[in-house]
């Protein structure tokens, strides 16, 4: 075998295998984050939604909450949302639901910003994060990947961190597990 047909053989073989390598490491890292949030307060927050009240961590004292953080530009966020919309609709009385949308702090289009919000239906609230709810949420360690969805307990504790695209059994299960 050539030295040129080795190397041909071995530079796909490598770059691979640092692809899932390092893919595999943010997976981890992102999976701490989440879970580092688990069992502790939720962070004191002020944010305004697009209806213009404004919320708080003192909002939601004593009721269940569920904080679903999506964006545009995310395929799992699209995926999900019929099941967040069905989660909606059977929320119960004493559960909170905001929906926390990333886009201003990644620089999406107005625009952009706007279609998405209009293709999902969600009748919830949804809180515009700015930087420095962003950044209240990266110095107590937790993690913004979209989506997300957190679990709040009536203390302000939160109970349960879903990544990724979520079925509504699994969350409808995660806002029964921390009773009311």
């Given at each position: 075998m050539s030295r040129r047909t080795l190397i041909s053989l071995i530079v796909p073989?490598?770059?691979v295998a640092t692809y899932f390598g390092v893919t595999g490491y943010i997976r981890a890292k992102v999976t701490d984050l989440i879970q580092h949030a688990v069992d502790k307060p939720l962070p004191d927050f002020q944010l305004v939604d697009r209806n213009g009240k404004s919320w708080s961590k003192k909002d939601l004292a004593g009721k269940r909450a569920v904080l679903h953080f999506f964006r545009s530009h995310c395929h799992s966020c699209d995926v999900e949302a019929p099941a967040i919309r069905e989660l909606e609709q059977s929320k119960p009385d004493d559960?909170?639901?905001l929906h926390v949308m990333t886009d201003v702090v990644l620089d999406v289009t107005?625009?952009?910003t706007e279609a998405t919000i209009a293709r999902?239906?969600?009748t919830e609230p949804i809180l515009m994060?700015?930087?420095a709810f962003v950044e209240l949420f990266h110095k107590?360690?937790?993690?913004q990947v979209?989506?997300?969805?957190?679990i709040v307990d009536p203390k302000g504790v939160v109970r349960y961190g879903l990544r990724g695209r979520q079925e509504a059994a699994t969350v409808r299960d995660a806002i029964a597990?921390?009773?009311?």
């Open positions: 073989l490598v770059l559960v909170v639901w107005p625009a952009t999902k239906k969600f994060a700015d930087v107590a360690k937790w993690a979209t989506p997300i969805t957190y597990a921390v009773g009311s």
